[in-house]
């Protein structure tokens, strides 16, 4: 079913001013089942002859990053990556900025994630590691070269964020203040989560991204449609939800526009005329 692009207020218009910068998230966004659809990726290359600058916005592991984003990166297509929620930064050139997780930090999720019994892995630039495995993890390591089973990893190398899966929706960690120990679980799937500082988020790794360029955040776009995007939304000022979002984030849209299959992104460039 198509969905009809939206907008609403003061920038219901046929025209806003060239974002700078363009930030997408992958999942759901960009990508369906982790590949890249044909149309966004010949958008993006169609804009990398633009002056707008193109990042990722994912809270994806960089160890896991899909290799068809990549791949723009390499060919200057994309101009940099965020990841991780925001944790780790990058371009060709190498590091923008990244906030490892304290000891403290990573023992606490460790407890918490004990206490609840749940498997969980810890994301560094390299690998995931998880603290054990079931039937369908010991498929996913055996074809993911970077994914290993160690519980002990986060103690001898730099990690930046926890995730955790659960059985089901209602399982969610709803009885754990994670507040109480200045962390946050932040949902990007019914049965899967990450858990972070406090202060992490994607619009901490768009400002770091935005000095890196001399850019302010209100002069830049973003599309997205999950939980962890919400804090980019806020900060940015074109934030566009994808019609299949969740819900709590479509509220925080300026724009809504439709899914991946019903062109979304490029219903949102024609409408704004952007790039001019």
């Known amino acids: ?95 923008i900025s990244h906030y490892p997780l304290s000891a403290e930090q990573a023992d606490k999720i460790v407890q918490l994630c ?16 998880w603290s054990d495995e079931n039937e369908s993890l010991r498929e996913f390591n055996a074809r993911t070269p970077n994914s290993i089973v160690d519980p002990n990893y986060y103690q001898t190398n730099e990690v930046y964020q926890c995730s955790v899966f659960f059985n089901n929706q209602q399982e969610k960690m709803q009885e754990v203040d994670f507040a109480k120990d200045d962390l946050k679980l932040v949902h990007w799937h019914n049965t899967g989560a990450d858990i972070l500082p406090i202060d992490a988020s994607k619009a901490r790794g768009i400002l770091d991204v935005c000095d890196y360029y001399g850019v302010n955040a209100n002069e830049c776009m973003a599309f997205g449609d999950g939980m962890n995007d919400l804090e980019m939304f ?5 934030a566009v939800a994808m019609g299949d979002a969740q819900p709590a984030l479509i509220e925080r849209a300026d724009f809504v526009t439709g899914t991946i299959e019903e062109y979304g992104i490029q219903k949102v460039l024609e409408q704004f005329k952007v790039p001019s």
């Not at 920038?11 to 700078?20: D, L």
């Not at 290359?45 to 990042?55: F, G, N, Q």
């Not at 806020?234 to 074109?238: A, S």
Request: glycine share 6%; with cysteine.
């Open 1 to 95: 079913m198509f969905t009809e692009f939206k907008a609403s207020g003061a920038q219901a218009t046929s025209k806003i001013p060239t974002p700078k910068i363009i930030f997408f998230d992958i999942d759901d966004t960009l990508s369906r089942a982790g590949i890249i659809d044909k149309t966004n990726q010949a958008t993006l290359e169609a804009l990398a002859d633009s002056d707008i600058k193109l990042v990722i916005s994912t809270g994806r592991s960089k160890a896991i990053l899909p290799p068809d984003i990549l791949a723009l990166l390499e060919a200057d297509v994309l101009d940099a990556i965020i990841c991780m929620n925001g944790q780790y930064s990058f371009d060709n050139q190498g590091l």
């Open 234 to 238: 806020d900060l940015v000022g074109y």
């Open 114 to 129: 004990k206490t609840s019994e749940l498997i969980h892995k810890f994301d560094s630039a390299t690998h995931i590691s």
